[in-house]
């Protein structure tokens, strides 16, 4: 069982920078591949990035891509997505979600633990 608790969000302006933390229970942090996704009122839950267990390797949305960056330190069980250059089209709630292997996943489907989100905004 891993518990997920996210933290960072708030209200920028267009071009500004917010940094999201992710903080996990357990102690097999290091074995799951980690995964941050949006939902922005009325809309699906969207992919935004993931990063497999070892931190090695990333993917991002194409909508992010060279403006955020996730990345992990599994000494603090903490995941992070660093969002610069923020668009309104940003604002969503931002969720943090777990997966039990070692390789990334994209849909919703493929992640076992979710935290509870948190909110960013994006003023224009």
């Known amino acids: 069982q891993v518990q997920l608790v996210e933290s960072g969000g708030g209200l920028v302006q267009a071009g500004g920078s917010l940094r999201l933390s992710c903080e996990a229970s357990g102690r097999t942090f290091s074995r799951y591949s980690m995964g941050w996704f949006r939902q922005a009122p009325g809309k699906e839950r969207e992919f935004v990035a993931a990063?497999?267990?070892?931190?090695?390797?990333?993917y991002y949305a194409d909508s992010v891509k060279g403006r955020f960056t996730i990345s992990r330190d599994n000494a603090k069980n903490t995941v992070y997505l660093q969002m610069n250059s923020l668009k309104p089209e940003d604002t969503a709630v931002y969720y943090c979600?777990?997966?039990?292997?070692?390789?990334?996943?994209?849909?919703?489907?493929?992640?076992?633990?979710w935290g509870q989100g948190t909110q960013v905004t994006v003023s224009s």
């Open positions: 979600a777990a997966r039990a292997s070692q390789a990334m996943g994209v849909m919703t489907y493929n992640y076992d633990y």
């Open positions: 990063i497999t267990w070892s931190g090695n390797f990333t």
